[in-house]
Each structure stands twice: as structure tokens, then as C-alpha cells.
């Protein structure tokens, strides 16, 4: 029988069982203590299963998909309504159906048409998380999810208000189908994974006790007012409805049909439990009826797997190491629910239970052990303990006399050892004795003989500083002989000289130059190395000193378009210094900084005094914003002949002794110099110098012989010039060419003409190309594809003419590289191939080039074309071109540059009184980096944004002076000048007359 369910003595119960033929309902009439087996009812499909309704009308209900069944005694089973989707419920006392749906919680009035009224809802999918039950008082009580609430019909009884009782969120997601409310205000749930949860809601604040955790349950039923059945996977739980404890836990061992219990009740004194297959009845009495506890007989031992009889000696043999123990109870009644607990004393602390009726120890160590074993019925107290008591003895060698003489031999065996050691110790003692004497007389033989060579270096170090000396000396007059001969002709004194011939001349004389001073550095430290450079000091104003310097420097500064700022701590540091070697010093770093950052950067000079404990030194920094220097290159930025791995040489590089040399005068003047850069950001050197005012010997220091030696230095740099030269990647102090990239080289051209960019890996072509086209561009060259985008990202040529199949990178991917570059994608380029198929032209003019020609070619074919894309680049320009006056400067510009060139004067105009304010802080203004916003503002104005700023500061300070109420010094400053004289210089170059002079022209 299947769904027996208990009621308390106003209700009916009923449990189903299915049969492929008829569905039968047994009951138990509210006055009986035998249950009765009833038919279907009379419209219940054959096989179907009524659905479980309880009921507190004293009478028998039923469900199924054809309607709501009411069984009466004189008239049988009659419907009363149709089903309405119900699945289960319980019937009030009133005759009232609470049934649970799919979709909610309804009221069912039995013999009316009516609709049933719904009084909770809740979706489909979670109707697994309701169930339902009344109270003794006719109250609804139902678990919503993680709340139990309970529902008060309202008046009328067509609504219902539901109050919150409990809040259950630990048990949210698990669904309880069966719910039970007892008198006392507790509830009982019967949760499928989580047991039995007792819930008391009588006081002020609900308390969830969980009764029977983990548990599977199946269904709760009162039993009265004193006990509550919980039917589970794992049996029949009896628990006491005053405080939750569990009275009895009934099994299949225990007589029931099935372990697995779905739902009980009691009727008089018997118990009746149904099960998936069948129903159990059981005399109430048997449950609380506890038999003794069984005791413990043992059966046999086992030694080594070997079994004897428990009553064989106890003393085992040495080798008996597994010992197994075999026991049983006297129990002949569910035998399977005894459980036995045993330990082997000394081994175990505590008991350890089992059902099964034998044990086995294993690698047991000698001595006397006790087992002991008891027995249990499940549920029930511990029997006496039975004992058995044995002994395992040693092995010989796990005796205490043994140990004690293998200790004994072993101590024997020690001394013994150490004795040997000792003597072996003595030997070697005297072997190395004899090896440290012979080693020693090796030592000093080799000493004697480092010494000899240390003073032979030293004579030839002594010679080769002669050498040197000497050297540099005798090239002096060949190089005055060279030297004088070539500016004697470019001053005219042997007539006029051809334009390119006097470019040849003033080449010549570039290097000899160059020459001369490498020399010179070179003579420098060989004087170093012999301790021969000795300083003349002299007092001085290092501030005056380092002020002088830097506007002998100015003109280079403009040339190179790069702001020079000089920035004075104090107004006078008197120190004792060498002018001529600082000025060598000071002068390599500030044609470092000013050669290698990019035009529209900035350098800064400050000097400031220093002052560390006692001691006081000056210091000097020269700071630009250049490309800097990696880690690599910073750590042997002072060792000689050393070029940075980043910069190719060139043929105007020097040697790599600038920075040496330098480092070296700094120390000399016990000073030192210090260099900081980070790659991207700039490069600072600090100079810092000694300044405590003493005297030296006659004003200086050093003798007759190196004065004579030292030639005297310039006061303004020789590499000032009008040549745009530097020096070395290190700072040589040397000039050099302002482009370094590498294997790219400029020929030809003047200032004006197209720059055309050769890319080209033969040498001989390249020379080929240069030869022909070098009288109308100025051409630049490149060995690969790589270079050749680096040297197009420096010089921004005007053409490019490119070879196809190159190393590193080939001509296409070049042509490629350069139309996706936002600032190169404008510059026309010319292929050049020996491939000479259509569909090699087609990849070429795919990748964006702008003309295609095949080797052999016509170097006049070639020119045409160069001509032709840079003619037809200058007619695209002028077309488009509308005339847009930049106020103030008056420069023309296409109507598309416009807004970008407002926006240009609009952040010169808000900066044009800053001194500080350059072409890179533009840049920054306008978000873009300085080579794109040099390109822009040169395509648009024909300018540098260098040239434009100082063109607007200019032009502004026109308009001031026409103005007539300001100084000369009142406009400089207002323009962002901060010297006045460099002021008047600046505006008569640009205006052709001095700023005093321009109101009245």
C-alpha cells in the first residue's frame, strides 16, 4: 500500500496503491482501529492515482483529473466538483478544499459552480518550493520559498491576509512537499535533501532547529499531541513533539516492510507505515521497548594468518607481527542491527565501531596488549566488554643488551677512526708545508719578475705618451699649411672661386678643422695619462662665466631652432677654475644638447651653489629634452672611443673622446660630472665643482711646461658657424652631422630643391642615381627598407625612389609602411624593379605607390617622372588653395588648414608672453607629436612652428611699438623675450631696422 497517512481524531486518511486494473484507497474511519479497503471512485480512470487529500469533516476525500470525491457512508463516493487543476489538498472542518496547484494556492467550495478562489500565487517552475497545511484553529499555513507564513481568512472569507511566521533562508532552494502545524505553534518540514526542520513560532521571535539533518525525507504526520512520524529513505523517524528528540529509529531490521518509509500514522495501539510496495502495521508498545544489550563471545585468533582457538597461550612467538581477531553476539533477533565496538590497548585510545564480526592488526611492535570488544543494538546502550589479553616478544637484535654492544663496537670503531684521521691529518699538514714554501718561492720569483714588467710598461706607456705628443705636434704645420691655403682662397685672395668648387673647399676645410681638434683632444689626454695637464686657476664668477657662454651659444640656438634658457640661482658664485678648461667642458655639453634635441625642444642651463656639511661646491646642469640615452649607452658614456650603438658613424662623427676628455678636466678640478637621462625624455649632465675660497700658488697650478704646450682656446666655440654641424653620439665636442640615421647620407641640392629620398641596397645604383639627380635635389640615400623609413621619418623627403626586392625590408612593404603613416602618407614613390610582369606592377601600385618603372630604365624617363608627380603634388596645392590672411603674421594658407591653423595662433596668442613656451610645448598644446606638428604647420605656412612663434612674437611687438606707449624693454618682456638685447637683434633681422627706429620709419 502506498501514502498511509496519520490524523489525529477529527481526520480521515487514506493510502493509494496503483495496480495496472483499479486504484484502491484504504482508510481508517475516524471511530476504527482496522482500516478498510475501498474502490475508486467512480469516474477515476483505471490506473490513475487520486491525489492525497486529508480531511476535518469526518468524512473521505479523493482527487483526480476528473473531479473532487466525497465518500459518505449511506450514499458512497459522489462528486462534488471538478478538479480545476488541483493536485493536492486538505478539506477544513468546514467542508472548504485548500488545494495546492501548479500555479498557486486555491479555495474550493464544494457544490457550487463557483471558481475556485486563488488566495497565493507562484510561478511553475517554482511550485516545488510550496507546500501547505492547516492549523488546529483552521489557519492556512504555508512555506513560501525561504518564509513560512499564515493565512487568516479575511471577513466573508473570500480573501485571505497571509502574516510572515518564520524566515528560512537557508532552505530556499530545497522543496518540502509535506508540512505538519501541531497545537503548540510548531511546525514541522520534511525538506527532500535537507531532513526534518522543526520551526516554533509561539514567541516573539520564530527558532528554526533542524531535527534530522541531511536526511531524505518523505512525508511528516502528528501523532497526537505528544509524537510526529517522519518518513524517510533511511526509515521511520519517531521524535517527541515537546522538544524535538528523536525517540526511535525504525528500519527494515527493525520489522518493517521496506526501510524506505513514505508516510505513518497510529490508530489505537498499532502503527501503520506505508512503503513504496506495501503497507506495515506495527504494535505501538514494540517502539519504546528497549532490549538488553548482547554480549561478546571471541571465535578465534589468528597469528601470521594462522588460526587457533582463544583458549591456546596467550604468549606468542617473535614473528607473530599480524594478529586477527574474530568475535560475535549473542543477539538472535536482527543480528544485522548489532554493532560491535573494540580497541587494542595500549595501541588505542578510543573505541572504534564496526559491524563486521573481525580485525586485524598488522606490523604490531613487541609487548602486552589488551583487546577488548563490546556489542550494541542501533540505538541502544553498550554491552560488558569481553578482554583477551596477549604478548609478543623481541627479536634478538631488538633487545636492550644487543644495542647496548652495537653501541659499544661502534664507539670502538670511532676512536679507532679518529686516530687514522689524525695521523692522515699530520701527513698532509706536512705536505702542504712543503708546497706553501715552494709556492712561496714561485710567488716571489713571479713578483720579481711583474715588477721588471710593470716598469717596462711603464716606459712604454712613457713612450707612447711621446709618441703621441710628438704626433700631434708635427701634424700642426701641415695641417697650418692645409688650413691657411684653403681660407685664404675662400676669402678671395686667388679671385673669384666657382659656387660648387668653393662647396669643396669649405668641405676640405670642414675636416682639416676636425682634424685639428681631434688632434687636440687627443694631445689633451695623452697630457692626462703623464700627468702633465695641469690646471692654471684663477678666481672667478662662475655665473658670469657659465651667462657668457651660453649666449656665445645663441646662434647656434637659432640656427638649430631650439630654445636656449639660461636660469641663475644666485647672482655671483665666486670659485677657482681654469677658464680654458672649463670652457672646454661647458662647451662640449652645450653643443651635445643643442646638436641632438629636435627642433622646437629646449635646454636649460642653471647654476646654483651646493652645500654638503662643511664643504660648499658650485653646480652647473645642462638639461635638454632630446631623444636621450638607453641604460647601455648612460654606463659607458665617458669611456673612450665609445659611439652609441643606436647612432651609425659618420663621416663627421668624432671619436668618442669628448666625454672622456671632459669627465677628466672636471676630475682634475676634483670635481665631478655626472650624466641622467631616460630614453625619450632628455639628457642632464651635472657639473659640479669645488668653490671654497683658497689660494693657490701664484694664481695657478701647474708649471711653465704645459702652458707652453696648451694652445689658447676661443672664446666663441669654432663650431658656430653656418654650417649645421655636431658632434658625436657621446658628445665629442665635434661637428657632425645633424642627421644620424643609418646609411642614410644628403648630397647635392641646394637648401631650396626637392628633397628625394634614394632607397636602394647596390651601392653602385645608389652612386648611379646621386650622380644623375644630385644638380636638381637634394638627395638623401638608404641601403634597405628599414632605413629607408627612418630616414623618410627624419628628413620627410619630398619623392621617395625605392628598389623592390631589398633586405630587412623590401621596396612594396616600405611603400606600404609610409601610405600608413599619417604624417609620410602624402610623399609620392617611385618603384624601381628588375620585376617586370603586370601583375608585379598591379602589387606595387596595389601598396600605394604612386609610379612603377622596371630596370633597365632611362635616367631621363626617371627625371620626368620625379618631375611630374612633385609638378603635379605643387598644382593639387595650388588649386585648393584659397588665400586666408594668419593674423598677424600675414602668411597664406589652404581654406582646409584653416581651423587648424586658428587653433595653432590660438594657443601662441594665450603663451606668446612666456619666455619659456617653444615649439615642443605647442606640440603638446595641440596633442600631436613635434614632427607631425612641424609638417603641418610647414606645409600650411611654409614655416618651422619655431620660426612661426618667433615670427608672431615679432610681428606682435610691431604692433606694440606703433602703438608708442611702451618701452623697448616693456615690449621684449611682453613679447616673451627675456633678454632686450637678444630682443633687437631678433627684430632687426626680421624688420631690417632696430625697435627703436620702427615707429619712425
Same mark, same amino acid.
Given at each position: 500500500?502506498?501514502?498511509?497517512?496519520?490524523?489525529?481524531?477529527?481526520?480521515?486518511?487514506?493510502?493509494?496503491?496503483?495496480?495496472?486494473?483499479?486504484?484502491?484507497?484504504?482508510?481508517?474511519?475516524?471511530?476504527?482501529?482496522?482500516?478498510?479497503?475501498?474502490?475508486?471512485?467512480?469516474?477515476?480512470?483505471?490506473?490513475?492515482?487520486?491525489?492525497?487529500?486529508?480531511?476535518?469533516?469526518?468524512?473521505?476525500?479523493?482527487?483526480?483529473?476528473?473531479?473532487?470525491?466525497?465518500?459518505?457512508?449511506?450514499?458512497?463516493?459522489?462528486?462534488?466538483?471538478?478538479?480545476?487543476?488541483? +493536485?493536492?489538498?486538505?478539506?477544513?472542518?468546514?467542508?472548504?478544499?485548500?488545494?495546492?496547484?501548479?500555479?498557486?494556492?486555491?479555495?474550493?467550495?464544494?457544490? %457550487?459552480?463557483?471558481?475556485?478562489?486563488?488566495?497565493?500565487?507562484?510561478?511553475?517552475?517554482?511550485?516545488?518550493?510550496?507546500?501547505?497545511?492547516?492549523?488546529?484553529?483552521?489557519?492556512?499555513?504555508?512555506?513560501?520559498?525561504?518564509?513560512?507564513?499564515?493565512?487568516?481568512?479575511?471577513?466573508?472569507?473570500?480573501?485571505?491576509?497571509?502574516?510572515?511566521?518564520?524566515?528560512?533562508?537557508?532552505?530556499?532552494?530545497?522543496?518540502?512537499?509535506?508540512?505538519?502545524? #501541531?497545537?503548540?505553534?510548531?511546525?514541522?518540514?520534511?525538506?527532500?535533501?535537507?531532513?526534518?526542520?522543526?520551526?516554533?513560532?509561539?514567541?516573539?521571535?520564530?527558532?528554526?532547529?533542524?531535527?534530522?539533518?541531511?536526511?531524505?525525507?518523505?512525508?511528516?504526520?502528528?501523532?497526537?499531541?505528544?509524537?510526529?512520524?517522519?518518513?524517510?529513505?533511511?526509515?521511520?523517524?519517531?521524535?517527541?513533539?515537546?522538544?524535538?528528540?528523536?525517540?526511535?529509529?525504525?528500519?527494515?531490521?527493525?520489522?518493517?516492510?521496506?526501510?524506505?518509509?513514505?508516510?505513518?500514522?497510529?490508530?489505537?495501539?498499532?502503527?501503520?507505515?506505508?512503503?513504496?510496495?506495501?503497507?506495515?502495521?506495527?504494535?505501538?508498545?514494540?517502539?519504546?521497548?528497549?532490549?538488553?544489550?548482547? #554480549?561478546?563471545? !571471541?571465535?578465534?585468533?589468528?597469528?601470521?594468518?594462522?588460526?587457533?582457538?582463544?583458549?591456546?597461550?596467550?604468549?606468542?612467538?617473535?614473528?607473530?607481527?599480524?594478529?586477527?581477531?574474530?568475535?560475535?553476539?549473542?543477539?538472535?533477533?536482527?543480528?544485522?542491527?548489532?554493532?560491535?565496538?573494540?580497541?587494542?590497548?595500549?595501541?588505542? %585510545? %578510543?573505541?572504534?565501531?564496526?559491524?563486521?564480526?573481525?580485525?586485524?592488526?598488522?606490523?604490531?611492535?613487541?609487548?602486552?596488549?589488551?583487546?577488548?570488544?563490546?556489542?550494541?543494538?542501533?540505538?541502544?546502550?553498550?554491552?560488558?566488554?569481553?578482554?583477551?589479553?596477549?604478548?609478543?616478544?623481541?627479536?634478538?637484535?631488538?633487545?636492550?643488551?644487543?644495542?647496548?654492544?652495537? /653501541? !659499544?663496537?661502534?664507539?670502538?670503531?670511532?676512536?679507532?677512526?679518529?686516530?687514522?684521521?689524525?695521523?692522515?691529518?699530520?701527513?698532509?699538514?706536512?705536505?702542504?708545508?712543503?708546497?706553501?714554501?715552494?709556492?712561496?718561492?714561485?710567488?716571489?720569483?713571479?713578483?720579481?719578475?711583474?715588477?721588471?714588467?710593470?716598469?717596462?710598461?711603464?716606459?712604454?706607456?712613457?713612450?707612447?705618451?711621446?709618441?703621441?705628443?710628438?704626433?700631434?705636434?708635427?701634424?700642426?704645420?701641415?695641417?697650418?699649411?692645409?688650413?691657411?691655403?684653403?681660407?685664404?682662397?675662400?676669402?678671395?685672395?686667388?679671385?673669384?672661386?666657382?659656387?660648387?668648387?668653393?662647396?669643396?673647399?669649405?668641405?676640405?676645410?670642414?675636416?682639416?678643422?676636425?682634424?685639428?681638434?681631434?688632434?687636440?683632444?687627443?694631445?689633451?689626454?695623452?697630457?692626462?695619462?703623464?700627468?702633465?695637464?695641469?690646471?692654471?686657476?684663477?678666481?672667478?664668477?662662475? +655665473?658670469?662665466?657659465?651667462?657668457?657662454?651660453?649666449?656665445?651659444?645663441?646662434?647656434?640656438?637659432?640656427?638649430?631652432?631650439?630654445?636656449?634658457?639660461?636660469?641663475?640661482?644666485?647672482?655671483?658664485?665666486?670659485?677657482?677654475?681654469?677658464?680654458?678648461?672649463?670652457?672646454?667642458?661647458?662647451?662640449?655639453?652645450?653643443?651635445?644638447?643643442?646638436?641632438?634635441?629636435?627642433?622646437?625642444?629646449?635646454?636649460?642651463?642653471?647654476?646654483?651653489?651646493?652645500?654638503?656639511?662643511?664643504?660648499?661646491?658650485?653646480?652647473?646642469?645642462?638639461?635638454?629634452?632630446?631623444?636621450?640615452?638607453?641604460?647601455?649607452?648612460?654606463?659607458?658614456?665617458?669611456?673612450?672611443?665609445?659611439?652609441?650603438?643606436?647612432?651609425?658613424?659618420?663621416?663627421?662623427?668624432?671619436?668618442?673622446?669628448?666625454?672622456?676628455?671632459?669627465?677628466?678636466?672636471?676630475?682634475?678640478?676634483?670635481?665631478?660630472?655626472?650624466?641622467?637621462?631616460?630614453?625619450?625624455?632628455?639628457?642632464?649632465?651635472?657639473?659640479?665643482?669645488?668653490?671654497?675660497?683658497?689660494?693657490?700658488?701664484?694664481?695657478?697650478?701647474?708649471?711653465? *711646461?704645459?702652458?707652453?704646450?696648451?694652445?689658447?682656446?676661443?672664446?666663441?666655440?669654432?663650431?658656430?658657424?653656418?654650417?649645421?654641424?655636431?658632434?658625436?653620439?657621446?658628445?665629442?665636442?665635434?661637428?657632425?652631422?645633424?642627421?644620424?640615421?643609418?646609411?642614410?647620407?644628403?648630397?647635392?641640392?641646394?637648401?631650396?630643391?626637392?628633397?628625394?629620398?634614394?632607397?636602394?641596397?647596390?651601392?653602385?645604383?645608389?652612386?648611379?642615381?646621386?650622380?644623375?639627380?644630385?644638380?636638381?635635389?637634394? +638627395?638623401? *640615400?638608404? #641601403?634597405?627598407? *628599414?632605413?629607408?623609413?627612418?630616414?623618410?621619418?627624419?628628413?620627410?623627403?619630398?619623392?621617395?625612389?625605392?628598389?623592390?626586392?631589398?633586405?630587412?625590408?623590401?621596396?612594396?612593404?616600405?611603400?606600404?609602411?609610409?601610405?600608413?603613416?599619417?604624417?609620410?602618407?602624402?610623399?609620392?614613390?617611385?618603384?624601381?624593379?628588375?620585376?617586370?610582369?603586370?601583375?608585379?606592377?598591379?602589387?606595387?601600385?596595389?601598396?600605394?605607390?604612386?609610379?612603377?618603372?622596371?630596370?633597365?630604365?632611362?635616367?631621363?624617363?626617371?627625371?620626368?617622372?620625379?618631375?611630374?608627380?612633385?609638378?603635379?603634388?605643387?598644382?593639387?596645392?595650388?588649386?585648393?588653395?584659397?588665400?586666408?590672411?594668419?593674423?598677424?603674421?600675414?602668411?597664406?594658407?589652404?581654406?582646409?588648414?584653416?581651423?587648424? /591653423?586658428?587653433?595653432?595662433?590660438?594657443?601662441?596668442?594665450?603663451?606668446?608672453?612666456?619666455?619659456?613656451?617653444?615649439?615642443?610645448?605647442?606640440?603638446?598644446?595641440?596633442?600631436?607629436?613635434?614632427?607631425?606638428?612641424?609638417?603641418?604647420?610647414?606645409?600650411?605656412?611654409?614655416? %618651422?612652428?619655431?620660426?612661426?612663434?618667433?615670427?608672431?612674437?615679432?610681428?606682435?611687438?610691431?604692433?606694440?611699438?606703433?602703438?608708442?606707449?611702451?618701452?623697448?624693454?616693456?615690449?621684449?618682456?611682453?613679447?616673451?623675450?627675456?633678454?632686450?638685447?637678444?630682443?633687437?637683434?631678433?627684430?632687426?633681422?626680421?624688420?631690417?631696422?632696430?625697435?627703436?627706429?620702427?615707429?619712425?620709419?
Amino acid at each position: 500500500m502506498r501514502g498511509a497517512s496519520g490524523l489525529g481524531p477529527a481526520e480521515d486518511y487514506c493510502t493509494c496503491s496503483r495496480r495496472p486494473s483499479a486504484t484502491f484507497l484504504a482508510s481508517v474511519a475516524p471511530r476504527s482501529s482496522t482500516p478498510t479497503t475501498l474502490r475508486k471512485p467512480p469516474e477515476a480512470r483505471s490506473g490513475s492515482i487520486p491525489g492525497a487529500v486529508r480531511s476535518r469533516d469526518g468524512h473521505m476525500y479523493a482527487l483526480n483529473h476528473r473531479g473532487w470525491f466525497r465518500r459518505e457512508p449511506s450514499r458512497g463516493w459522489s462528486k462534488l466538483a471538478p478538479p480545476n487543476g488541483a +493536485v493536492r489538498g486538505i478539506v477544513s472542518a468546514e467542508g472548504r478544499g485548500y488545494f495546492w496547484h501548479n500555479r498557486g494556492l486555491y479555495r474550493h467550495a464544494p457544490d %457550487t459552480p463557483d471558481a475556485p478562489t486563488l488566495l497565493y500565487a507562484w510561478k511553475a517552475k517554482d511550485n516545488g518550493d510550496h507546500t501547505h497545511t492547516l492549523a488546529p484553529n483552521g489557519d492556512v499555513i504555508l512555506r513560501a520559498k525561504s518564509r513560512l507564513l499564515r493565512g487568516t481568512p479575511s471577513a466573508g472569507n473570500r480573501s485571505m491576509r497571509f502574516d510572515t511566521l518564520a524566515v528560512l533562508p537557508d532552505y530556499a532552494d530545497d522543496a518540502a512537499r509535506y508540512m505538519a502545524f #501541531d497545537a503548540r505553534g510548531t511546525a514541522w518540514l520534511a525538506f527532500r535533501h535537507r531532513g526534518l526542520v522543526r520551526v516554533e513560532t509561539a514567541g516573539d521571535t520564530a527558532r528554526v532547529n533542524p531535527v534530522l539533518p541531511g536526511r531524505s525525507m518523505k512525508g511528516v504526520v502528528l501523532s497526537g499531541d505528544s509524537l510526529v512520524l517522519a518518513g524517510a529513505r533511511d526509515g521511520l523517524y519517531v521524535v517527541d513533539q515537546r522538544d524535538g528528540t528523536l525517540r526511535r529509529h525504525l528500519t527494515a531490521a527493525d520489522g518493517l516492510l521496506a526501510t524506505t518509509t513514505q508516510s505513518a500514522t497510529v490508530y489505537g495501539d498499532t502503527l501503520y507505515a506505508s512503503h513504496p510496495r506495501g503497507l506495515t502495521a506495527m504494535p505501538v508498545p514494540s517502539l519504546f521497548h528497549a532490549p538488553s544489550p548482547p #554480549d561478546v563471545l !571471541l571465535t578465534h585468533i589468528e597469528r601470521d594468518f594462522e588460526e587457533v582457538s582463544p583458549q591456546a597461550a596467550p604468549r606468542f612467538d617473535a614473528a607473530d607481527r599480524t594478529v586477527g581477531i574474530g568475535f560475535a553476539a549473542t543477539a538472535f533477533t536482527n543480528p544485522k542491527r548489532v554493532v560491535y565496538e573494540y580497541r587494542l590497548r595500549p595501541r588505542d %585510545t %578510543t573505541w572504534t565501531a564496526t559491524q563486521e564480526g573481525f580485525t586485524r592488526y598488522v606490523d604490531l611492535s613487541p609487548g602486552t596488549y589488551q583487546f577488548e570488544v563490546r556489542a550494541r543494538r542501533a540505538g541502544g546502550s553498550v554491552g560488558e566488554a569481553t578482554t583477551y589479553t596477549f604478548t609478543i616478544p623481541h627479536h634478538f637484535y631488538e633487545t636492550a643488551w644487543f644495542k647496548l654492544l652495537c /653501541l !659499544l663496537l661502534l664507539g670502538l670503531g670511532g676512536v679507532g677512526a679518529y686516530r687514522w684521521r689524525v695521523r692522515a691529518l699530520r701527513r698532509r699538514q706536512r705536505t702542504l708545508e712543503e708546497k706553501v714554501e715552494h709556492r712561496t718561492e714561485q710567488l716571489r720569483r713571479e713578483k720579481e719578475k711583474t715588477e721588471a714588467q710593470a716598469e717596462r710598461l711603464a716606459e712604454l706607456d712613457e713612450a707612447k705618451n711621446r709618441f703621441f705628443a710628438n704626433l700631434s705636434h708635427e701634424f700642426r704645420t701641415p695641417l697650418t699649411l692645409i688650413l691657411e691655403p684653403l681660407s685664404d682662397a675662400l676669402d678671395g685672395a686667388f679671385g673669384t672661386v666657382p659656387e660648387r668648387l668653393r662647396e669643396q673647399l669649405r668641405l676640405m676645410q670642414r675636416n682639416a678643422e676636425r682634424l685639428r681638434r681631434l688632434i687636440g683632444q687627443l694631445l689633451d689626454l695623452t697630457r692626462l695619462e703623464a700627468g702633465r695637464l695641469e690646471l692654471q686657476r684663477q678666481s672667478g664668477d662662475l +655665473v658670469a662665466f657659465t651667462r657668457e657662454l651660453v649666449q656665445a651659444f645663441t646662434p647656434m640656438a637659432e640656427r638649430e631652432e631650439v630654445t636656449l634658457h639660461f636660469r641663475p640661482g644666485p647672482d655671483r658664485l665666486p670659485a677657482w677654475y681654469d677658464t680654458n678648461k672649463l670652457e672646454q667642458v661647458l662647451s662640449n655639453l652645450l653643443s651635445n644638447a643643442l646638436t641632438y634635441t629636435p627642433e622646437g625642444g629646449t635646454v636649460w642651463v642653471t647654476v646654483s651653489a651646493r652645500t654638503s656639511g662643511d664643504a660648499r661646491a658650485g653646480e652647473i646642469v645642462v638639461k635638454d629634452t632630446g631623444p636621450g640615452l638607453i641604460e647601455e649607452e648612460l654606463r659607458r658614456i665617458f669611456d673612450r672611443f665609445e659611439q652609441a650603438r643606436g647612432t651609425e658613424r659618420t663621416e663627421r662623427d668624432g671619436l668618442g673622446l669628448g666625454l672622456a676628455l671632459a669627465n677628466e678636466l672636471v676630475e682634475l678640478h676634483e670635481g665631478t660630472l655626472r650624466a641622467e637621462s631616460e630614453p625619450g625624455f632628455g639628457t642632464a649632465f651635472t657639473v659640479r665643482l669645488p668653490i671654497q675660497e683658497r689660494e693657490y700658488e701664484s694664481g695657478a697650478q701647474g708649471g711653465d *711646461e704645459a702652458a707652453r704646450d696648451e694652445e689658447p682656446r676661443p672664446a666663441v666655440p669654432e663650431f658656430a658657424s653656418t654650417d649645421r654641424e655636431t658632434e658625436g653620439p657621446f658628445g665629442d665636442g665635434q661637428p657632425g652631422s645633424k642627421t644620424h640615421a643609418p646609411v642614410a647620407e644628403e648630397t647635392g641640392g641646394s637648401s631650396a630643391s626637392p628633397i628625394l629620398l634614394i632607397v636602394e641596397d647596390n651601392a653602385d645604383m645608389r652612386a648611379y642615381l646621386r650622380r644623375h639627380l644630385s644638380a636638381d635635389y637634394t +638627395v638623401i *640615400e638608404a #641601403d634597405n627598407g *628599414e632605413a629607408g623609413l627612418r630616414a623618410a621619418r627624419e628628413h620627410e623627403p619630398d619623392l621617395i625612389v625605392s628598389d623592390v626586392m631589398m633586405p630587412e625590408m623590401t621596396g612594396t612593404a616600405l611603400c606600404e609602411a609610409i601610405k600608413a603613416d599619417e604624417a609620410l602618407q602624402t610623399i609620392p614613390v617611385v618603384l624601381l624593379t628588375a620585376k617586370a610582369t603586370s601583375a608585379d606592377t598591379i602589387e606595387g601600385l596595389e601598396q600605394g605607390a604612386d609610379d612603377y618603372i622596371t630596370k633597365p630604365f632611362d635616367i631621363d624617363e626617371l627625371r620626368a617622372r620625379i618631375d611630374r608627380l612633385l609638378s603635379a603634388r605643387r598644382q593639387l596645392r595650388d588649386k585648393f588653395s584659397e588665400i586666408v590672411q594668419v593674423q598677424p603674421t600675414g602668411a597664406t594658407t589652404s581654406e582646409d588648414e584653416r581651423p587648424f /591653423l586658428e587653433e595653432v595662433l590660438t594657443v601662441v596668442e594665450a603663451h606668446l608672453g612666456d619666455a619659456q613656451f617653444g615649439a615642443g610645448d605647442l606640440a603638446s598644446e595641440m596633442a600631436l607629436s613635434q614632427r607631425q606638428l612641424t609638417r603641418r604647420v610647414k606645409e600650411a605656412t611654409d614655416e %618651422t612652428p619655431a620660426a612661426l612663434i618667433r615670427r608672431l612674437r615679432l610681428e606682435r611687438a610691431a604692433q606694440l611699438l606703433e602703438e608708442e606707449r611702451h618701452t623697448v624693454s616693456e615690449t621684449a618682456y611682453a613679447v616673451g623675450y627675456d633678454s632686450p638685447s637678444h630682443f633687437a637683434k631678433a627684430f632687426r633681422k626680421h624688420f631690417g631696422c632696430a625697435p627703436s627706429e620702427y615707429d619712425a620709419e
